[in-house]
Nanobody
Framework: QVQLVESGGGLVQAGGSLRLSCAASGSILGISAMGWHRQALGKQRELVAAFTPAGTTNYADSVKGRFTISRDDAKNTVYLQMNSLKPEDTAVYYC?????????????????WGQGTQVTVSS
């Protein structure tokens, strides 16, 4: 079993900053990819930023230059530094991870989602 626990959400004024953290724990053999999605009220869930299995990063066009994803592999933790926040960044932010579990001789890759953390940006 794998758990993703997010922290760092909250209420901030436009132009402010927040840092989200997500720690993966459980029976983890390895993590293939890890990142953040978000879902605003009445909208579809969208990718915000993520590390790919190749180790590169992807960002939504709407957050490029403002958000930075980073990670600590030793802690199985990913961070999202959000600067110059805008009201349209208001959403529930979800941590996601593609995780290898199971016996080492026959690992299984599965996607996991955190419970979500609310980010609200006031104008």
């Amino acid at each position: 079993q794998v758990q993703l626990v997010e922290s760092g959400g909250g209420l901030v004024q436009a132009g402010g900053s927040l840092r989200l953290s997500c720690a993966a724990s459980g029976s983890i053999l390895g993590i293939s990819a890890m990142g953040w999605h978000r879902q605003a009220l009445g909208k579809q869930r969208e990718l915000v930023a993520a590390f790919t299995p190749a180790g590169t990063t992807n960002y939504a066009d709407s957050v490029k230059g403002r958000f930075t994803i980073s990670r600590d592999d030793a802690k199985n933790t990913v961070y999202l530094q959000m600067n110059s926040l805008k009201p349209e960044d208001t959403a529930v932010y979800y941590c996601t991870a593609s995780v290898f579990t199971g016996p080492r001789e026959a690992p299984t890759l599965r996607d996991y989602w955190g419970q979500g953390t609310q980010v609200t940006v006031s104008s």
